[in-house]
T-cell receptor, first 112, second 113 residues
Framework: GEDVEQSLFLSVREGDSSVINCTYT??????LYWYKQEPGAGLQLLTY?????DMKQDQRLTVLLNKKDKHLSLRIADTQTGDSAIYFC????????????FGKGTRLSVIA | KAGVTQTPRYLIKTRGQQVTLSCSPI?????VSWYQQTPGQGLQFLFE???????NKGNFPGRFSGRQFSNSRSEMNVSTLELGDSALYLC????????????FGPGTRLTVT
């Protein structure tokens, strides 16, 4: 079955790097996504990586994919207080006609 | 391009009542998905509509229903409301069906008293 696991909480100091981890079970997943949710808001698509890639960088964001271990991570460089939010990873199963599977989200707290 | 819009943003209802929530997708997007978000259960998939047809359905009782119109706008309805239906209801639109990248609206916060 499909399941996406994330740790629930992460606390970092402003200026440090944050690494949010995610594991998934469907090895045939095609795309993996990272979403950000700020208080009282919907989910904002941050970035995604195709399953045949190992790494994707987008400004302060770096996504690493270890397909063998089914492990995905999101690194935020120079973390700012505005990065405080809940981060969700989601996988797109290969079957294509099934919805995205979301993790429960990691709450990132940035300490000034 | 305008983003996904949801109305109303906040709603307070009483147990036993019914409620209808509305979602307008990004222009050109034909798929609309609905999610229920609660602190305990996280983000749970309700259903997905594409070209006015329900393509996928999550594990929710029949009290939860939806539909999509020819202009891709979607509504979801919850009948006989229960206290446990209090949640943030999120709508997301995408170009294609299935696991395409989704763009979320701000949600409707439903409180059942």
């Amino acid at each position: 079955g499909e399941d996406v696991e994330q740790s629930l909480f992460l606390s970092v100091r402003e200026g440090d790097s944050s690494v949010i981890n995610c594991t998934y079970t469907d090895s045939s997943s095609t795309y993996l996504y990272w979403y950000k949710q700020e208080p009282g808001a919907g989910l904002q698509l941050l970035t995604y990586i195709f399953s045949n890639m190992d790494m994707k960088q987008d400004q302060r964001l770096t996504v690493l994919l270890n397909k063998k271990d089914k492990h995905l991570s999101l690194r935020i460089a120079d973390t700012q207080t505005g990065d405080s939010a809940i981060y969700f990873c989601a996988e797109c199963p290969l079957s294509g006609n099934t919805p995205l599977v979301f993790g429960k989200g990691t709450r990132l707290s940035v300490i000034a | 391009k305008a983003g996904v819009t949801q109305t109303p943003r906040y709603l307070i209802k009483t147990r036993g009542q019914q409620v209808t929530l509305s979602c307008s997708p990004i222009s050109g997007h034909r798929s609309v998905s609905w999610y229920q978000q609660t602190p305990g259960q996280g983000l749970q998939f309700l259903f997905e509509y594409f070209s006015e047809t329900q393509r996928n359905k999550g594990n929710f009782p029949g009290r939860f229903s939806g539909r999509q119109f020819s202009n891709s706008r979607s509504e979801m309805n919850v009948s006989t409301l229960e206290l446990g239906d209090s949640a943030l209801y999120l709508c997301a639109s995408s170009l294609r069906t299935g696991g395409d990248e989704q763009y979320f609206g701000p949600g409707t916060r439903l409180t059942v008293t």
